[in-house]
C-alpha cells in the first residue's frame, strides 16, 4: 500500500477515534489509560464539554479573519494571559516552534538597536525548542540538527544548570543580549534544575542588562502545579513562550513579554496570518477559565505528591531506577539503561507513555486525572518497569 504522508514520524501501530477525560480509544474500541496528554497538550483531557462548547459556538460565529482587524477573542485572551503572568502584552502564533520564533527575534532585534555586532543568545545544552531553522539551532540536541546545517547563527551554547557557565560567557562575550532556557528540560528528560537556577539567571539578566527568555511551552499552563514554572520562585522573565496546552489540542502559541522586549516588535516586523484567530483565542481563554474554576493547580500539586511517593514507594528500592522525579504532572522516572521499547510494551497493556532522553520514562497526564485513575497509571507501569528489567536482566 503506499504512504501518502511524509515519513517523518515513527509511528506507534495504533490510530485513536475518540477521546473522554484521560481515556482514548482506538478503532476496535480498545480503551486507553492516556498519561502522555498529547505530549503535554490536553491538560484538561479528551472532549472536555467547556472545550468542546467553546469551539462550537465560536465555529458558529466567526473563525478567522486575520490581523488586519481587531480580535475581541484575542484581546481578552491576552488580557487574562498578562494577569495570569505579570507580563505586559502578548504576540499570538500557531505553534511553540513559532512562539520561540518571536521571542528569538525581539532578542535579535533588541540587540541589533542596541548596536551589538553580533547579538547573541545564551541557549542550553540539552534543551528543545522546535523544528524551524531557528529554533532547531537553538536547540541543545545535536540529533535534531544534523543534516539541517547551516544552522542559525547567534546562539552560544553552555551546558544546563550550571551557572558558572553563563558567568564564564558573560566575561567573555560583549555581545550577548539573552537567555533562552526551559525552567525544566521536558525533551532533555524531564531535568530539573537546582531551586536558585531560575533566580540566579534572573540576577544575572538583570546584572548585564540581557533578555530572561523562558520557554515555558510544556512547562506552562498549570503542568507544574503553578500557572507558569518561574512562579514557584520570586521572578518575573522578560519573555515567556506558551504552546501546547494553553488551546488543549487547538493550535496557538503565544510569544509574552514586559518592559523594553514588550515594545520591540512593532507594525510590519513581525506577523502570523492565523495566529491569533477567533477560534483558537475562545477555545484557550475556555481552557485557562476551567483550569481557575475547577482549581486545576491545587488539584495538579496534590496529584502530583500522590503519584511521586507512589512512584518512590514501588520503585525506590530497585538499584536499576536511578531516579523518580518530577514538578507537578511532569514526572521522570530515569532507568540506568535505554527503555524506549517500554512505550509498546505499554501500549499492549492500553498505556500511553512516552520516553525521552533514551532512559527517563516520561509521565505528562492530564490535569484533570483523579486518584483512581492515578492507582492504575502507577500499578501497570510499576508492573511494566519491573517486568521489562526483569527480562533485561536475562
Ligand atoms: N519548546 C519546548 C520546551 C517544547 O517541549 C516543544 C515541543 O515539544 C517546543 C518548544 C516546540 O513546540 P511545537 O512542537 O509546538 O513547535
Not at 159 to 178: Q, R
Not at 349 to 363: E, F, G, H, S
Amino acid at each position: 500500500m503506499s504512504n501518502t504522508l511524509m515519513s517523518n514520524y515513527g509511528r506507534l501501530p495504533v490510530q485513536f477515534s475518540h477521546g473522554a477525560g484521560v481515556w482514548l480509544w482506538d478503532e476496535q474500541e480498545t480503551q486507553y489509560l492516556d498519561a502522555l496528554a498529547g505530549i503535554a497538550v490536553c491538560g484538561l483531557g479528551h472532549a472536555h464539554a467547556n472545550v468542546t462548547d467553546a469551539i462550537c459556538r465560536q465555529a458558529k460565529k466567526l473563525v478567522h479573519t486575520s490581523n488586519l482587524y481587531g480580535i475581541q477573542q484575542q484581546q481578552a485572551l491576552a488580557d487574562k494571559l498578562t494577569a495570569l503572568s505579570g507580563l505586559d502584552n502578548v504576540f499570538f502564533a500557531n505553534s511553540g516552534a513559532e512562539a520561540n520564533e518571536a521571542a528569538i527575534k525581539i532578542a535579535r532585534k533588541l540587540g541589533n538597536e542596541r548596536g551589538l555586532e553580533i547579538p547573541q543568545i545564551i541557549v542550553m545544552a540539552g534543551s528543545f525548542h522546535g523544528r524551524t531553522m531557528a529554533t532547531l539551532s537553538a536547540t541543545g540536541n545535536p540529533k535534531v540538527q544534523v543534516g539541517f546545517e547551516p544552522l542559525v547563527a547567534g546562539f552560544i551554547r553552555v551546558p544546563y544548570n550550571d551557572i558558572e557557565a553563563i558567568k564564564k560567557v558573560a566575561t567573555e562575550n560583549d555581545n550577548i543580549i539573552a537567555i533562552l532556557v526551559e525552567p525544566i528540560q521536558g525533551e532533555g528528560g524531564i531535568q530539573i534544575p537546582a531551586d536558585d537556577y531560575l533566580p540566579q539567571i534572573r540576577a544575572l539578566c538583570d546584572q548585564h542588562d540581557w533578555l530572561m527568555m523562558l520557554d515555558e511551552i510544556q512547562t506552562g499552563i498549570g503542568r507544574t502545579g503553578a500557572w507558569f514554572a518561574f512562579q514557584h520562585h520570586d521572578i518575573l522573565p522578560d519573555v515567556m513562550t506558551l504552546a501546547k496546552a494553553l488551546g488543549n489540542g487547538m493550535p496557538i502559541g503565544a510569544c509574552l513579554a514586559r518592559g523594553q522586549a514588550a515594545q520591540t516588535l512593532q507594525a510590519g516586523t513581525h506577523g502570523s496570518t492565523f495566529g491569533g484567530n477567533p477560534l483558537a483565542c475562545a477555545t484557550a481563554l475556555a481552557v485557562l477559565n476551567t483550569i481557575e474554576n475547577d482549581d486545576l493547580i491545587q488539584h495538579t500539586q496534590t496529584l502530583s505528591a500522590y503519584l511521586l511517593r507512589e512512584f518512590k514507594q514501588q520503585l525506590g528500592d530497585i538499584p536499576a531506577v536511578v531516579d523518580i522525579r518530577g514538578k507537578g504532572l511532569m514526572i521522570g522516572i530515569e532507568l540506568n539503561q535505554p527503555c524506549a521499547l517500554l512505550v509498546q510494551q505499554a501500549l499492549d497493556k492500553q498505556l500511553l507513555i512516552n520516553v525521552t532522553a533514551d532512559t527517563v520514562i516520561r509521565l505528562l497526564p492530564p490535569l484533570i486525572m483523579n486518584q483512581t485513575q492515578a492507582n492504575q497509571l502507577v500499578t501497570v507501569l510499576t508492573d511494566l518497569i519491573k517486568n521489562f528489567l526483569l527480562n533485561q536482566g536475562k
